[in-house]
């Protein structure tokens, strides 16, 4: 189940406690849409199999590819799929776990497995465990990071506006340690 928690992002002392906790699908979207984010359910309908590459992934969801770029604003798209057993899975966390912005927006669909994006947005820092079958749109500029966890399983369609895919801007910031991790959530 999806869940959006909310936090001060200068928590008092100790670990931050969230002000909200919801897996009530429209109140996360409601919660998201104040806050500039678009957050969707799309049925991913395709199972995948263990083995199935890139190309095969992307070919098993044009429909929802097409259905995002239709607009013009995202002509670049690539899958990404980390799993427990994932050579670079380590490095990978490390690096998504430092708070970031990108010149463009973040569009993901999740079509398996899950993971949590963490929004540094002002005075609160926003979390959201997206799942199977959830589409989050984070607008370009937007101080944040990425757990997918100490065993990722994940799957998901990354959707670009530039040819070069996934460029970060790091920040320096070590926020995300005061943040809880993807397996310390209680869902």
Known sequence: MSQLSLYPSTPAKGSPMPELVTGDERMIQRALAERGIRFERWPAAQDLPDQADEAEILSRYAAEIARVQQG??????????????????????????????????????????????????????????CERND???????????????????????????????????????????????LEELAV
């Open 72 to 129: 013009g604003a995202y002509p670049t798209v690539d899958a990404i799929r980390i799993t427990p057993d994932h050579p670079d899975r380590e490095s990978l966390r490390q690096k998504f776990l430092q708070e970031h912005t990108h010149s463009e927006d973040e569009v993901r669909f999740f079509v398996e497995g899950q993971g949590l994006f963490c929004l540094h947005l002002g005075e609160e820092v926003v979390q959201i465990l």
């Open 135 to 181: 589409w989050i749109a984070v607008p370009a500029g937007t101080p944040h990071w990425f757990d997918m966890g100490a065993a990722p399983s994940f799957c998901a369609l990354r959707f670009f506006n530039n040819p070069e895919g996934w460029v970060a801007q790091f920040t320096g910031d070590p926020i995300a340690d005061r943040y809880p991790r």
